[in-house]
């Protein structure tokens, strides 16, 4: 291979670029455009020790910048005027602001303040100029007299206006300070500017711009050979830029092995993270549960509060009872005493009382039956009583199930998401008399035809959300597909990356922005389909642990029904008791008006006799 031949594929821009043998510039990448004038140290600014024909000196860098004079016109004589309108008080007062600004964040160790600098004094201008120029040259030593070594330093620095010895012995009169502070505005610009260049010298490169300048040293490598005529050192540089882009392509191999490993990792990750349950949703789960429970006991309050009232209507009930049977009694008692007195005057004979034994007979049997009658009814009636109660315990049972499932697919209350405006809720009114009393809701007309169609939309929702996940699973299979030929097309132009790199990168960043893409949409579907065999999943343990806890307050009603039940059988035997005790004192009663009849009869026959 011919070396004179290697920029013949360079372009016109880099074939008539070069190297810039004028003052130092800083570029965007943060490089010194020129190698001339980099700084390789800091000397002392000192008179004695100041040297203004050291190229490398922090000196020599600071004095970079010139302005450039006109080539028109004759040449000026006597001092240059300075452009700056150092006489404007807008421009004075913005020259402070920064010298205050670089001295309080560059630990100034004197107070400064905007009144002090529009009118100071000699001792203060002295220390603000002896600090910058530490900031200069930090081993520069210290000032002798101000009037004769500050206008020699700013010579040194360049300064490109003559600073006279007069000005700095009335330093705060208002015709040299503005002049003088012009100066020293111009050193703090010097100072920051070489601050950026500093930084800029130190920022580190993106690939594009490191491989343009590595690209840049080659050229000029090749070139300074070429034009040498050293064609060994030439192929040197060429086999070390190939083994450099040789190693560049191995490791960035080796770092798409350890991206793709790692993104393997974090997927794996992702996946065991989405399968296991989410603990916000747990606790959710157990909120909502805690809710619901919340809500039956609350219901089952109302209901007992319903049934201890209805308890206390039939105590109020058996009270008036009681009232109307001691009212019974007390007329039966007068009707006894009435009939007494009626016999007690009338004369009764053989006849009579025979006919009054058998109307007592008959009248004994009639008790007996309608005494019979009255407990089979009172059987009848506590038999019914249970069985309402029953009826209405497996009614509320059912009910608060249907509110259960309800809540649990969001039907409930009226404002809820899939309630669609119909009332779902269901009141029950254990006083009811009828069933449209006890149940407030329509449930034939209204409640089963809403649900019916509420099952009908939600299983074309199924339908469509299937068949949309199996688009986009083909869409995944073709995105991987076509990965997969992208990753073989780049196996097999492996030899032309050092060529096709800025080109393979585009494809490459695209392909993965259409693969992350398509797995965003993906990892959404699979998400959305994870949420949904969560939700069916925590419905049924919700279920099962409803159908449990239903089962543990069936067992409680249970309980509390056998006490109430135990409750109301002593309540009935003590009133059979003083049923059966009243019975007794009629028939002791009757036994006693007998007995006195029958005296009566014997001193009625004794007097005859």
Known sequence: MNRRQTLGGLSPAQLNSRTS?????????????????????????????????????????????QRRSSTYGKKTTGPKQD????????????CIRQLIEYLSTHGYEHAVSPKTLTSPMSKDVFSIVQFLLRQVDPNMKPLGKMEEDVPQLFKHLKYPFQISKSALFAVGSPHTWPGLLAAINWVVELLNYAEKADEAKTDVFDDKQRSEHDFFEYVAKSYKYFLAGDDYQSRAVDDEIAQEAEDKVQEIKQRNQQLQQANEQLQARLHALRSQPSALSQAEAKQGEHIRDRDKFRTLIDN????????????????????????????VLQESDALRAVIAGQTINKDDVVRMNQEKCKQSEILAGVCGQREALERRVYEQDVQLELSLDELETAVQTYHTAADRLQLIPLTAKYAGGVQFEIQLDRAGATASDIINADLKGEVKPALARLRESQAARAQELSEEVLAVQERLDAGLEALTERT???????????????????????????????????????????????????????SEEKLRSMHAQYDDLARASDTEVQGLNVELGAALEHLFHHKLHIQQTLEQVQQHVEDVHRDILAVAV
Do not use: W
């Open 21 to 65: 043998f004028g003052p130092s510039r800083i570029t965007k990448d943060g490089k010194s455009s020129t190698k001339v004038t980099a700084m390789s140290g800091r000397q002392s600014l000192a008179p004695k020790a100041a040297n203004t024909n050291q190229p490398n000196s922090r000196l020599s860098t600071l004095s970079g910048v």
């Open 83 to 94: 452009p700056r309108p150092v006489s404007d008080k807008a421009y004075q007062h913005d």
């Open 304 to 331: 007992l509060q319903s049934h201890k009232q209805s308890l206390q209507r039939k105590l109020q009930e058996r009270h008036v009872e009681l009232q109307s049977k001691q009212e019974q009694l007390g007329s």
């Open 488 to 542: 073989e097309e780049n196996a097999g132009l492996g030899t032309q990356v050092h060529k096709l790199e800025a080109s393979l990168r585009g494809q490459k960043e695209a392909l993965e922005a259409e693969v992350r893409a398509t797995a965003g949409q993906a990892d959404v579907l699979r998400e959305q389909v994870g949420q949904l065999r969560n939700q069916a999943s925590h419905s049924l343990a919700a």
